[in-house]
């Protein structure tokens, strides 16, 4: 029996996964544990989960495998100075100590660190250093359906790479053409993020979900000026309005002086048309890039299927238009297409690549719905709810499904926490809010009263697989979150004259279909497609929801309040649950009320968790 531990770390997103024989056994990321969102550091607590689950001690591990190669990050970081010298002195200042006495160092780091989770570890001769591409692009097809596939990744940067393409065939997996650093897909959205006022490497999201309130206006300004696209979507981007390559920032005045503005300062200033407009324009030249790079792909290598990872890969409406451009038969993307995914790309690419392992291919895919993460039996849940002082009943699973079935249709929002938790940025029914998309209410009171965020951010609909191409202009699966699709007409409202004329924010209350909750202001909506084999809770609850309401769609954000982790353990359950508006609490087979809590429990939960 062989046993990988693979580990992403000191970037963002540190996380471990375990795989044995090939078989994706546990993965977690470090957040979830330390409660620090986009956790950067060693793994500990993700390690020892993983190991634990595996019921393994360290040293009975054959291979630790780490998602890049230091040494090549440290060359890019030297390179990137001299070349753009003196410029970046300050920066070359600030990182170059952390560098030399810890990074570059990472196998001696790794090792050290590793010791502390067993004393009998006692050699570095199982440490081994995968490609940060190479990883992302391993986690993407090594999983996925596909006998043979074109591997595209996307990111902020890796060593040198910040784009790359690979093929798949079996249980090889190849690198066939990179974009070098400093030109970035990943890196110029993330500057678009600094630039409206959102924090690199978590607020992206935020510029995707603002995009459709704004109009694409300076999508021109930006291929004129800041990036040189070619036919084949590869692109070259113009240094002179960026700051990331050497100073502290991401953009800079010559960047602030394109658009006659600074960046947004969060603290102090409103989002406005302005920045929806930005958001629009640069989520608008990413989707073509992303397409032209999937077109010229599909016509240079001529595979049915396409495998996406990396950052970009979270980009769902990107994905989305890939999907209705019909370029390619199939598209799978990794779960954790960020960083954290890394660590399990980089145990996939060892097993397969370096040792030759044959690959058995999974007609859904090899990710056990990403239900991945720790678990928690009946008894520990009583156990852990009783000590933190809640109030609950334990009822059987038919009596528990009917009560919350009941409670979404009279409009309560629930906090709904079942098996494994997820791995990757998204909750999937395991750790999630779940409410009535009906409701035309549902998303703004989430939004303001529950998850302490902005009333703008959409939430997705999870939907049972099979009625998925009667509510959506799809028939693409997508269990992951990961793609967007518009609502069928036959189930959209007709905005009046008057509506159409609303700008911005104001276009949010406008009542769009039957399920106004889930469908974004350009009627499109992230879809999460349910199935029973991976999650048959969450399943016989939308069958439930679909028999009394005739909807088989639930709405499904994260258990978690704005710049919180999602939720791990049952008593961070209860506690988001007694610092929010949540109505309901169902926890494995306990079911709580919010109104039968003892009230000197509730938390202020507003200030407790920095803003993302």
Same mark, same amino acid.
């Given at each position: ?125 199982? %440490? ?252 520990? %849940? ?71 965020? #902005? ?58 279909? #039957? ?65 929010? #508006? ?31």
């Amino acid at each position: 029996m062989s046993k990988i531990l693979g580990i992403s770390a000191f970037y963002h997103d540190s996380a471990a996964a375990i795989i044995i024989d090939g078989e994706i056994i546990a993965a977690a990321q470090e957040e979830r544990f330390t409660r620090i969102k986009h956790d950067p550091n060693y793994p500990k607590n993700a390690i020892d989960f993983v190991l634990n689950y595996a019921n393994l001690n360290l040293s009975e591990v054959d291979q630790v495998v780490f998602f890049e190669k230091p040494f090549l990050k440290f060359e890019r970081l030297l390179e990137t100075y001299v070349a753009f010298a003196p410029k970046g002195f300050t920066s070359f200042c600030k990182a170059m100590p952390i560098w030399l006495k810890e990074k570059l160092f990472q196998k001696n780091l790794l090792f050290n660190k590793l010791k502390e989770h067993d004393e009998n570890y006692k050699d570095d001769k199982n %440490i081994f250093f995968s490609d940060h591409h190479l990883s992302h692009a391993a986690s993407a097809f090594f999983p996925s359906p596909f006998e043979e596939a074109i591997v595209l990744t996307a990111d902020g940067v890796g060593e040198w790479a910040t784009t790359t393409v690979a093929i798949g065939r079996g249980n090889n997996l190849e690198i066939k053409k990179e974009i070098h650093f400093p030109h970035s897909l990943g890196l110029l959205y993330s500057a678009f993020t600094y630039y409206t006022g959102f924090k690199v490497n978590s607020g992206e999201y935020k510029l995707m979900g603002l995009a459709p309130y704004g109009n694409p206006i300076y999508e021109n300004k930006i291929i004129n000026n800041l990036i040189d696209i070619k036919d084949d979507g590869t692109f070259r981007l113009d240094q002179s309005y960026f700051n990331y390559a050497t100073g502290l920032t991401m953009t800079n005045d010559k960047f602030n002086n394109l658009f006659n503005q600074k960046p947004r300062d969060p603290k102090n200033e409103q989002i406005t048309q302005f920045h929806m407009d930005l958001a629009s324009s640069i989520q608008k030249v990413t989707e073509d890039i992303m397409v032209k790079l999937a077109t010229s792909l599909k016509k240079e290598f001529n595979l049915p299927n396409l495998c996406l990872a990396g950052g970009v890969a979270l980009n769902c409406v990107a994905n989305g238009k890939i999907l209705k451009e019909n370029i390619f038969k199939n598209i799978w993307i990794q779960p954790a297409a960020g960083d954290a995914g890394g660590s399990l790309g980089a145990a996939l690419a060892l097993w397969h690549i370096e040792q030759n392992n044959p690959r058995k291919v999974n007609k859904n895919d090899q990710m056990k719905g990403s239900y991945l993460g720790p678990e928690y039996s009946q008894n520990q %849940i009583e156990e852990e709810l009783r000590s933190t002082g809640a109030i609950f009943s334990t009822v059987n699973e038919e009596d528990l499904l009917n009560k919350t079935v009941e409670d979404l249709s009279s409009g309560h929002a629930i906090g709904w926490f079942q098996g494994r938790m997820e791995f990757g940025p998204r909750a999937l029914g395991a750790r999630s809010i779940i409410g009535d998309p009906r409701s035309p209410t549902m998303q703004k009171n989430l939004n303001l009263k529950v998850k302490y965020r #902005e009333s703008f951010r959409p939430f997705a609909p999870s939907i049972l697989s099979s009625d998925l191409s009667e509510w959506f202009q799809t028939s693409t699966l997508s269990p992951y979150m990961l793609i967007v699709s518009n609502i069928n007409s036959n189930k959209t409202i007709k905005m009046s004259d008057e509506q159409k004329k609303l700008f911005g924010i104001d276009k949010l209350n406008v009542i769009r279909s #039957e399920i106004p909750s889930v469908t974004h202001v350009d009627y499109s909506a992230r879809i999460q497609t349910v199935h029973k084999e991976t999650n048959l809770k969450y399943f016989r609850l939308l069958e439930k929801f679909k028999k009394k309401t005739n909807c088989p769609i639930l709405i499904n954000t994260s258990f978690n309040v704005r710049g919180e982790p999602i939720v791990n353990t049952p008593t961070e359950a209860f506690n988001c649950f007694m610092g929010t #508006e949540l109505d309901k609490l169902v926890i494995g087979n306990c079911y709580l009320d919010k109104k039968k809590q003892n009230q000197s429990l509730k938390k202020d939960y507003k200030n407790v968790f920095e803003l993302d």
